[in-house]
């Protein structure tokens, strides 16, 4: 059987790194794990687009970190973290001296994950006629929703509408069959919790979870 392995390496962002995609420089392994998600995004229209170019912004902010000065302070979560804490460099009660923090810009990443996670789990378990637009709707109330204004909520709630049925979307991953793109979630999905288990950790240890 034809079995092409999961583009989301997430292996070794779990064990403390960013990612662990061989073969990609350091400085672009990030984008490198969403650049499928956001080809995929770009595709379904000018709303999606919007979304895909909020977490390209993000990935920026955070290869530009990665490849500057302080490059030794981003080679993992970890490092980032007490790097910012320790030197003051993340906004803990309102955005001003350092809006594009590292801590901040992965925590929203690190949200969209929960969201990720759960909207997978969701396509992963669902009988094959459920709608995209509810089971997206679903795990977008239970993660994302909680820190986005009305209007926000309202537009991409209504976005959603517009998704493609569940098989058109397990065929879009390009793993094959419906079937076969099951099977990689399968596969993926523990990967993906790990990922968030350890951020999650992290940032409640040093109370980031927060940061505006
Ligand atoms: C650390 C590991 C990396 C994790 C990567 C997660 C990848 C998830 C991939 C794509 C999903 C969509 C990502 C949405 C990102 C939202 C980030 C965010 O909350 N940004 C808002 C706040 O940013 P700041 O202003 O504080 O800088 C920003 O306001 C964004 C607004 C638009 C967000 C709309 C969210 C909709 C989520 C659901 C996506 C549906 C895609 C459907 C595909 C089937």
């Not at 490059?71 to 309102?94: C, F, I, P, T």
């Not at 955005?95 to 969201?115: I, N, Q």
């Not at 793109?181 to 993906?192: G, T």
Request: aromatic share 8%; net charge positive.
């Amino acid at each position: 059987m034809r079995r092409r392995r999961c583009c989301w390496n997430t292996t070794s962002l779990a064990g403390g790194g960013w990612s662990g995609a061989r073969g990609v420089s350091p400085a672009t392994r990030p984008t490198c794990i969403l650049s499928a998600q956001c080809r995929f995004l770009n595709s379904l229209g000018t709303i999606f687009s919007f979304i895909s170019k909020d977490v390209v912004t993000k990935l920026q902010i955070m290869d530009q970190l990665r490849s500057g000065p302080q490059q030794e302070h981003y080679s993992s979560l970890q490092a980032m973290v007490a790097y910012e804490v320790g030197n003051q460099l993340v906004d803990l009660e309102r955005r001003s001296r350092h809006p594009d923090s590292g801590c901040r810009t992965v925590l929203r990443l690190h949200r969209a994950l929960r969201w990720l996670q759960l909207f997978l789990e969701g396509v992963r378990t669902s009988p094959e006629d459920t709608r995209t637009s509810v089971l997206c709707t679903d795990s977008y109330n239970a993660s994302l929703a909680t820190y986005h204004p009305w209007i926000i909520r309202r537009a991409v709630t209504v976005a959603f509408c517009a998704l493609p049925t569940r098989k058109v979307f397990l065929e879009s991953m390009n793993v094959g069959s419906s079937e076969q793109a099951v099977e990689m979630l399968d596969e993926a999905l523990p990967f993906i919790e790990r990922v968030y288990n350890i951020s999650q950790k992290l940032y409640a240890e040093h109370a980031l979870l927060d940061l505006p």
